[in-house]
């Protein structure tokens, strides 16, 4: 009997046995299978997102040299540790430069050099090679030239009592044919006894030196030593214009020189602060030295129609 016994209970272990592994096995089934539906249910939702917006390209600034109509052949930004060689030649000399101007321009760094994106011309009160002045003068003469287009160029400028910047276009031939004959063009003249004067002129055999021929535009006090403005002239066969901050001042025909027209060839550019001389007068006691001439660039361009 006491067997017997034992071997019922060991029957009743083994059904328990056997119905907890049923009861675990139906719930992992159960759970397995809740967990596919919300795997399945997820994967649903991700698959129903919308896409991701395609965002459309960033448009490329437009470059701050492009005109609308015009080409641009030439150009400096100063952007370089120094004077680019390929494209300037520093002139050096004492000698008056025809006006009696008071300054020796040389090629040293404390007359010319690139600071920050900007040209920049010093004219120091400093006595060197029998000046009392040094100064910087460039050009492109023998490097480049061209007839007919825009020229422009970005300059804030000096200011005082025998002070005298300028940029402006001899003609290609002048070593030839000498000054005036060759020609010249001056697209910004400025002396410091006229702070709010801009000129724009012209010579040519017949009418130079006081005798040039152009006009002037003027400005607030202060405004043109304080602020940058940008020079330019617009120049075709028969007509120059000039213009500051496109602001059109000036227009000069064949009919209005006279002599003969010469503005019908390649010119090159010069940029010069001189200090002195018969138009300017000489410093006195309230001009401050040194005296910048910056200039952040310079663009030439031309139209299809002037190649």
């Known amino acids: 009997m006491i067997l017997n016994h034992y071997s019922l209970m060991d029957m009743d272990l083994k059904n328990n046995l056997w119905l907890n592994r049923f009861i675990v096995l139906g719930l992992f089934l159960l759970l397995f299978a809740g967990c596919s539906v919300e795997t399945e249910q997820q994967t649903a939702l991700l698959v129903e997102q919308p896409p991701e917006p395609t965002l459309a390209p960033t448009p490329e600034p437009t470059p701050e040299w492009e005109r609308a109509g015009w080409t641009l052949i030439w150009a400096d930004e100063f952007d370089g540790e120094a004077l680019d060689p390929s494209k300037w030649v520093m ?158 001042f000036f227009t000069l025909t064949p009919e209005q020189v006279p002599g003969e027209w010469v503005f019908d060839k390649p010119y090159f550019i010069l940029i010069n602060l001189a200090v002195g001389g018969y138009w300017p007068g000489d410093p006195d006691e309230t001009t401050v030295f040194p005296q910048f001439l910056l200039v952040d660039h310079v663009r030439v361009y031309q139209r299809p129609d002037m190649v």
């Open 91 to 248: 002139e050096i000399g004492g000698h008056g430069w025809g006006n009696n101007e008071k300054q020796f321009y040389t090629d040293l760094p404390e007359n010319v050099r690139l600071e920050d994106g900007q040209l920049v011309i010093e004219a120091r009160n400093e006595f060197f090679v029998r000046r009392h002045y040094t100064s910087g003068r460039i050009k492109t003469q023998g490097l480049f030239s061209f007839t007919y287009g825009r020229v422009e160029a970005r300059m804030k400028l000096p200011y005082g009592n025998g002070i005298w910047p300028a940029f402006w276009m001899l003609g290609e031939d002048v070593d030839l044919i000498s000054w005036p004959a060759s020609g010249e063009i001056d697209i910004m003249e400025h002396i410091g006894r006229e702070p709010t004067r801009i000129y724009g002129m012209v010579h040519g055999p017949g009418y130079s030196g006081s005798g040039g021929v152009g006009h002037f535009t003027t400005f607030p006090a202060g405004s043109l030593s304080e602020d940058f403005h940008t020079y330019a002239i617009e120049w075709e066969p028969n007509e120059i214009r000039w213009y500051v901050d496109d602001k059109h």
